[in-house]
T-cell receptor, first 114, second 111 residues
Framework: DTEVTQTPKHLVMGMTNKKSLKCEQH?????MYWYKQKAKKPPELMFV???????INESVPSRFSPECPNSSLLNLHLHALQPEDSALYLC?????????????FGSGTQLSVL | DAKTTQPPSMDCAEGRAANLPCNHS???????VYWYRQIHSQGPQYIIH???NNETNEMASLIITEDRKSSTLILPHATLRDTAVYYC????????????FGTGTRLQVTL
């Protein structure tokens, strides 16, 4: 199984809503990532978890709250988002320390904030 | 990590080889060259990587110049499904978390 599964595929939310994005992988990868991608732009790193601990936070606003409950799951909790947060949110995983920096990406969640 | 430079767009006829160039003149000796692509509305997909030797897999070939200042990704028989944005990235082993996407090359494969 070489898949990273993201749910939901599409999400529309109001600025006062609370929602969560979910990411799952069963490749035994111990590093997981959240990226944000605006239309016609390259993906930008938001967070990195390594061995279930947050190792990188790229100065992301606190209205985005990541969580890694176990080695297979990664969540992104959303609260009080702004319309400019509308984007494709991508999850990825990799196997740290193996000398291979190959990241496996999910298909993303297309988020619209109204 | 090395700054990479790629042409913003390229066209290729279906069935022909697509040769995508990447300049990385500041690459250090322990930096690998990684290639990813992103088909519209999907997540990026790993293609291939190399250090100094040419590499080939089922998807593509990677040719790295002897001075390592540039490389070329070759899709030997491009199909319409290869239409995507292709990213060339320099990475040191153990630094996957520093994978930073540039603007890439938008490859359009046409009939």
């Amino acid at each position: 199984d070489t898949e990273v599964t993201q749910t939901p595929k599409h999400l529309v939310m109001g600025m006062t809503n609370k929602k969560s994005l979910k990411c799952e992988q069963h490749m035994g990868h111990r590093a997981m990532y959240w990226y944000k991608q605006k239309a016609k732009k390259p993906p930008e790193l938001m967070f990195v978890y390594s061995y279930e601990k947050l190792s990188i936070n790229e100065s992301v606003p606190s209205r985005f709250s990541p969580e890694c409950p176990n080695s297979s799951l990664l969540n992104l909790h959303l609260h009080a988002l702004q319309p400019e947060d509308s984007a494709l949110y991508l999850c990825a995983s990799s196997s740290p320390g193996t000398g291979n920096e190959k990241l496996f990406f999910g298909s993303g969640t297309q988020l619209s904030v109204l | 990590d090395a700054k990479t430079t790629q042409p913003p767009s390229m066209d290729c006829a279906e069935g022909r080889a697509a040769n995508l160039p990447c300049n990385h003149s500041t690459i250090s000796g322990n930096e690998y060259v990684y290639w990813y692509r992103q088909i519209h509305s999907q997540g990026p997909q790993y293609i291939i990587h190399g250090l100094k030797n040419n590499e080939t897999n089922e998807m593509a070939s990677l040719i790295i110049t002897e001075d390592r200042k540039s490389s070329t990704l070759i899709l030997p028989h491009a199909t319409l499904r290869d239409t995507a944005v292709y990213y060339c990235i320099g990475l040191i082993t153990g630094t996957a978390s520093k994978l930073t996407f540039g603007t890439g090359t938008r490859l359009q494969v046409t009939l």
